[in-house]
């Protein structure tokens, strides 16, 4: 898997488990909410910029379900 074929599934699985769109995922890391419309177009990014995303998501991870009485399921 390429490095653009990784962040953009990664960012899919962790949009969809937050319940965000890709662009305030965008927003919230690079501060640029049509980050992820040039990459899918083709647009370049940096080794950087990838590393940002992946330590965002290191740094925030998606909680684990819960049960109604609060514990986890």
Same mark, same amino acid.
């Given at each position: 898997?390429?490095?653009?074929?990784?962040?953009?599934?990664?960012?899919?699985?962790?949009?969809?488990?937050?319940?965000?769109?890709?662009?305030?995922?965008?927003?919230?890391?690079?501060n640029?909410?049509? +980050? +992820?419309?040039?990459?899918?177009?083709?647009?370049?990014?940096?080794?950087?910029?990838?590393?940002? +995303?992946?330590q965002? +998501?290191?740094?925030?991870?998606?909680?684990?379900?819960?049960g109604?009485?609060?514990?986890?399921?």
């Amino acid at each position: 898997m390429d490095i653009r074929t990784r962040l953009l599934t990664e960012a899919d699985q962790y949009c969809s488990a937050r319940g965000i769109s890709r662009a305030r995922l965008a927003t919230l890391v690079v501060n640029d909410g049509k +980050f +992820f419309d040039r990459v899918e177009k083709g647009g370049d990014f940096t080794v950087r910029t990838f590393e940002r +995303f992946m330590q965002y +998501f290191a740094d925030n991870p998606v909680p684990a379900h819960q049960g109604a009485s609060g514990e986890a399921a």
